[in-house]
């Protein structure tokens, strides 16, 4: 693995667990403007009410209002999506009320990135300098809108159906995976989806999220097979290269392959996130 050990270690020890984290939302300025201030404080791992009997609440993880999402990304969504790259299959979940935060926290802005473009360059940043494995990553973006599961991908693919095989694998029955070799394919695709959501104005929120969205990357990946590549020119994938890093090969610096099509032999990787 090209990343720092602990991180392997991380991953192999939460892969079957679940890590809650709350993040505190500071005020908007309608509600600075209205003179309210902020319910909770947050001490260590823990949030407390400002209640006259006030409770507090321990989680795995608490961030304040001033917190940074590639802060919170580092702290829990790292170790997911290096456990994805080595096989395993991970979920980043957001879960809140209308205004709460979820769209920022997932998608962030250009000066705070959220979940959804750090992941995206770090998948795509680990392959890069993983020099012994190539990969596959194909991308799916489903909405569910009142118990209608739709594809964002090819929007006129609606009332799609949750099926279940033989292996106790769930699967969505016709949903589209599109193949992606950069970065700035994915971002494409997502902002194609989004602009197939469903929103609408609520009174907490201008532009509200009508629907809640599940994107799914699956990653397989293997050993690289240098009989295959025999020689020829090595096809060079995304980000720019950096000294003392990889394996020099005929005067370029090789680099993670992402490939197209499917695995041919060896033992193959599958990952989701």
């Known amino acids: 693995s090209p990343w720092p050990q602990q991180f392997g270690l991380c991953a192999k020890i939460g892969m079957d667990s679940i890590r809650v984290g709350v993040r505190v939302r500071p005020l908007l300025?309608?509600?600075?403007?209205?003179?309210?201030?902020?319910?909770?404080?947050?001490?260590?791992?823990?949030?407390?009410?400002?209640?006259?009997?006030?409770?507090?609440?321990?989680?795995?993880?608490?961030?304040?209002?001033?917190?940074?999402?590639?802060?919170?990304?580092?702290?829990?969504?790292?170790?997911?999506?290096?456990?994805?790259?080595?096989?395993?299959?991970?979920?980043?979940?957001?879960?809140?009320?209308?205004?709460?935060?979820?769209?920022?926290?997932?998608?962030?802005?250009?000066?705070?990135?959220?979940?959804?473009?750090?992941?995206?360059?770090?998948?795509?940043?680990?392959?890069?300098?993983?020099?012994?494995?190539?990969?596959?990553?194909?991308?799916?973006?489903?909405?569910?809108?009142?118990?209608?599961?739709?594809?964002?991908?090819?929007?006129?693919?609606?009332?799609?159906?949750?099926?279940?095989?033989?292996?106790?694998?769930?699967?969505?029955?016709?949903?589209?995976?599109?193949?992606?070799?950069?970065?700035?394919?994915?971002?494409?695709?997502?902002?194609f989806g989004d602009q197939n959501r469903v929103i609408g104005e609520t009174n907490m929120n201008e532009r509200s999220s009508r629907s809640h969205t599940i994107v799914t990357m699956a990653i397989e990946s293997r050993e690289r097979d240098e009989e295959e590549e025999g020689g020829g020119k090595e096809e060079e994938r995304g980000g720019k290269e950096e000294g003392g890093k990889g394996k020099m090969r005929k005067g370029k610096m090789r680099k993670g392959k992402v490939r197209k099509g499917k695995m041919r032999k060896g033992k193959v990787r599958k990952g989701k996130m």
């Not at 309210?36 to 407390?48: A, L, P």
Request: one cysteine or more.
């Open 29 to 191: 300025k309608r509600e600075t403007e209205a003179g309210q201030n902020n319910w909770w404080t947050v001490s260590s791992n823990c949030i407390t009410n400002k209640s006259p009997n006030p409770q507090s609440y321990c989680f795995d993880n608490v961030f304040h209002g001033d917190a940074k999402t590639t802060n919170i990304f580092t702290t829990m969504g790292l170790p997911i999506v290096h456990s994805v790259m080595e096989g395993f299959n991970g979920t980043i979940f957001v879960y809140g009320q209308t205004s709460s935060g979820k769209t920022h926290t997932m998608m962030g802005t250009s000066d705070d990135p959220g979940i959804i473009p750090l992941t995206i360059h770090e998948v795509f940043s680990y392959i890069e300098q993983c020099v012994s494995r190539e990969f596959i990553l194909r991308l799916s973006y489903l909405e569910i809108y009142n118990e209608t599961l739709t594809d964002l991908l090819n929007p006129e693919n609606k009332n799609l159906k949750i099926r279940e095989n033989t292996e106790h694998t769930v699967s969505v029955h016709g949903l589209t995976e599109c193949a992606v070799t950069f970065a700035s394919e994915v971002v494409d695709l997502l902002c």
